[in-house]
């Protein structure tokens, strides 16, 4: 990764250090393309895009080979409601005269010319007078593309569900899950978008989960990652009780680079209403004693740069995750982030982060970087806050519904800890565990702008990274 040095200094827990400290919460993390530390390593990965097999605007050849060809170490194609598996799909090309549409039902002739250029011995044919190219199964792709220790696919889909609740409102509800190749029973011959009449988010979530925890055991139990997507996309009401009443739901994205989200007025426009969204469950599961909810950041790719897409406004290379696992395979990988061993980012990266599970410390560090000043906030919730939300209805405007969005209390992921750095100045600062914090993470922003910094974002509009929360273990 871009600002690391080939000598990192890390203090290192011992095993039965790391295992107190993690219980339920994350262990510490740092991010490196360098060798590896101790028995680990160090990897990237982005785990939402899309390609032409769904709403994505390139072909899925060409989608890898932007992720690899930047330096990421491994990647998952989670089309809407889609794993690409047929053999003979062929998609005709027609020019799109900058005009992106969705969701695209033809190649556009310039993202046409770009995977003739890069991949010349794919298939294409000129048949009644049009021409056509092959879409290829995503297994093929991989194949392809697949290194041991370099570079890594894994498979994965977006559920894309349209909840029609008993009231009449609609509610969309997206999930991912990674590692299965196979879909569930929910969204098989379905369209892009499903719906479901009768139910609630909740129990929609809950049952997608059931199902892929039901095609994991048909699969003999390979470990797979579930998250619940951009909550507070323009056409989402993800409620925070909708994910702290699914326990077993761990996973969920803190920040999602190619969403528009919900109008900002009325709420809070300061960059952390996904913040106090993962809070308010988090606090709620820290009473119940439940396993905590960790954060993914990702760029829900639709379009890719160096593809042939004029005029269209990229949404690639600004959210992704660092994982240490012990080797670049499924399993590791998925194990370490079951474990909390990886963090969220949007631009930037830790250089070091470290958890005492004995004193309850939870130390981060920033490389300097020329110019660049960073801030750190360190955040909690404490016993006795007021975790109930009140919720403000957005009126419809155009094709986005009427809204109902959470807003939180104050006392919801409070700063108990804020540092200041000057340009040039490296990041180190630590923050305690008092008696009264139900858990702590970190929160370290740069004054640089995020890549893809949007208006009405409800997420940081400045390069940003987070720890995973972490907790007090009750055994040592």
């Known amino acids: 990764m871009s600002g690391m040095g080939n000598e990192i200094s890390v203090k290192r827990m011992t095993r039965r250090m790391f295992v107190s400290a993690v219980g339920s919460a994350a262990a510490g993390c740092v991010v490196s393309k360098f060798p590896p530390l101790g028995a680990s390593r160090w990897y990237k990965g982005m785990l939402h895009s899309h390609t032409l097999w769904s709403d994505g605007y390139v072909l899925p050849e060409q989608a890898v080979k932007v992720y690899k060809d930047a330096g990421y170490d491994f990647l998952s194609i989670t089309d809407h409601n889609r794993i690409g598996k047929e053999n003979d799909r062929w998609l005709k090309v027609s020019s799109y005269n ?164 919900a109008p900002v007025a009325p709420l809070p426009s300061d960059g952390f209403y996904m913040d106090r969204f993962w809070d308010a469950v988090n606090a709620v599961r820290c009473l119940r004693g439940e396993p905590l909810l960790y954060a993914v950041a990702t760029d829900d790719t639709h379009s890719y740069p160096g593809c042939g897409m004029s005029n269209a406004a990229f949404t690639f290379g600004d959210g992704w995750i660092g994982v240490k696992a012990e080797r670049l395979s499924q399993d590791a990988l998925f194990a370490a982030m079951h474990r909390g061993d990886f963090y969220a980012a949007s631009g930037m990266d830790f250089e070091d982060i470290e958890f005492d599970g004995r004193k309850g410390t939870l130390s981060v560090s920033v490389p300097a970087k020329a110019g660049v000043s960073y801030s750190v906030r360190f955040i909690t919730t404490k016993r006795g806050a007021d975790v109930e939300f009140r919720t403000v209805e957005i009126p419809a405007e155009g094709r986005r519904p009427r809204r109902n969005v959470p807003v939180f209390s104050d006392s919801v992921g409070r700063t108990v800890k804020s540092e200041s750095f000057a340009p040039g100045v490296p990041v180190r600062s630590s923050y305690t565990l008092a008696p009264d914090d139900l858990y702590v993470r970190a929160r370290v922003e740069s004054d640089e702008p995020a890549v893809y910094s949007r208006r009405n974002r409800m997420h940081p509009t400045v390069k940003t990274a987070w720890t995973q929360p972490f907790r007090f273990s009750t055994s040592f």
């Open 98 to 261: 900058g005009k992106w549409r969705w969701p695209p039902k033809t190649v556009d002739t310039g993202v046409f010319a770009a995977f003739r250029r890069d991949f010349p011995e794919l298939k294409w044919r000129v048949r009644n007078g049009e021409t056509e190219v092959r879409l290829s199964p995503v297994s093929e792709v991989y194949a392809r593309f697949n290194e041991a220790e370099r570079f890594l696919c894994l498979p994965g889909c977006e559920v894309t569900v349209k909840v029609i609740m008993d009231d009449g409102i609609c509610r969309d509800v997206h999930m991912n899950y990674i590692g299965l190749d196979s879909l569930v029973p929910c969204v098989r011959g379905k369209g892009l978008v499903s719906s479901v009449d009768g139910t609630t988010v909740k129990r929609m979530i809950r049952e997608t989960k059931t199902q892929v925890d039901a095609l994991v055991g048909d699969k003999g139990g390979r470990t797979n990652i579930f998250f619940v997507n951009h909550p507070h996309y323009r056409f989402c009401d993800v409620l925070p009780e909708d994910v702290a009443d699914n326990s077993d739901v761990r996973f969920f994205e803190v920040c999602n680079n190619g969403s528009s989200f």
